[in-house]
């Protein structure tokens, strides 16, 4: 049986305290007291499945991100209709603004044949915040409306390869997704682990629901990933966001390899 694991790549911003996200250059530097990231969606294929774990900003940046999406699944072989489940590792916008989508000047589902995979307390809770009656107040209605929604409780299983474990840290009920395709192990971890720069820090960070905690699952996660020679997908990375861990020394920490595209 094949299998295929490939990111996607839906930019590089500039991302300031506004929180919007200003395409560059993937070589550019960002705006001063800007974050320089990536959106990267990650497309599995596998036992007649096309799964993307996490899909982008949608209607939700600063430009249509639904329609560089379409040219990246063209540019596989894929449509949109291909998709067969979408798998969420937190409910920020510019993980699953790409659910649906308002080209046309309404909302419609992007991936109209997708089952969507989430945490049901952290879709609870997002809709108890969401503007009132502003597009992301649309936006969760017309999916809670639309979409074949598969909330999951502490632990799911998408399919016979991915699993969704509740782990908290980036948000309250931020996920971890484990992918077993034979006998490779994927981790993704969403912002908890969301660049290769975080595998050699330890750091709190700020923008986290839990920093500490976050740090660490993080911890654990890069031990791990490294004694399980797991890939480690990391969404916002702007070099490259599959990798692994080949070698530790104590002074230098981990050595990364880039995986640029998995096929088996």
């Known amino acids: ?6 990111a996607l790549h839906e930019g590089t911003f500039s991302v300031g305290l506004d929180k919007k996200f200003n395409r560059i ?6 705006a001063k007291g800007a ?3 990536s959106l990267r969606p990650f497309l599995i294929e596998s036992e007649g499945r096309i799964i993307l774990i996490d899909c982008g900003l949608g209607s939700f940046g600063e430009e249509n991100h639904y329609e560089v999406m379409l040219s990246n699944l063209e540019d596989l072989g894929f449509s ?8 969420c590792s ?16 309404y909302w419609e ?13 952290e879709w609870a809770k997002l809709q108890s915040i969401s503007d009132e009656d502003g597009p992301r107040t649309e936006f969760l209605d017309f999916l809670e409306a639309r979409a074949d929604l ?16 509740h782990m908290g840290g980036h948000t309250e009920f931020s996920r971890l997704i484990e992918i077993r395709l034979d006998n490779q192990l994927f981790l ?5 682990l969301g660049t290769r720069g975080s595998v050699n820090r330890s750091y709190a960070a700020k923008y986290d629901f839990d920093g500490k905690k976050s740090m660490q699952i993080r911890s654990r996660l890069i031990t791990r990933a490294y004694e399980e020679n797991a890939i480690l997908m990391a969404y916002h990375d702007t070099i490259c966001p599959m990798f692994r861990l080949t070698d530790y020394h104590k002074d230098k920490g981990y050595t990364i390899e880039n995986i640029q595209e998995f096929k088996r």
Do not use: C, Q
């Open 188 to 192: 993704m971890a969403g912002d908890v």
């Open 35 to 37: 974050l320089k990231l």
């Open 80 to 87: 949109e209709l291909d998709i067969t489940d979408v798998v």
């Open 25 to 30: 250059k993937d070589s550019d530097p960002p």
């Open 109 to 121: 589902l992007s991936f109209p044949d997708a089952a969507i995979w989430a945490s049901g307390k």
């Open 90 to 105: 937190h409910l920020h916008y510019d993980h699953i603004g790409g659910l649906a989508h308002r080209s046309n000047g």
């Open 1 to 6: 049986m094949s299998h295929r694991v490939i």
């Open 150 to 165: 598969r909330l999951m409780d502490d632990e799911g299983e998408p399919s016979s390869f991915i699993k969704s474990l």
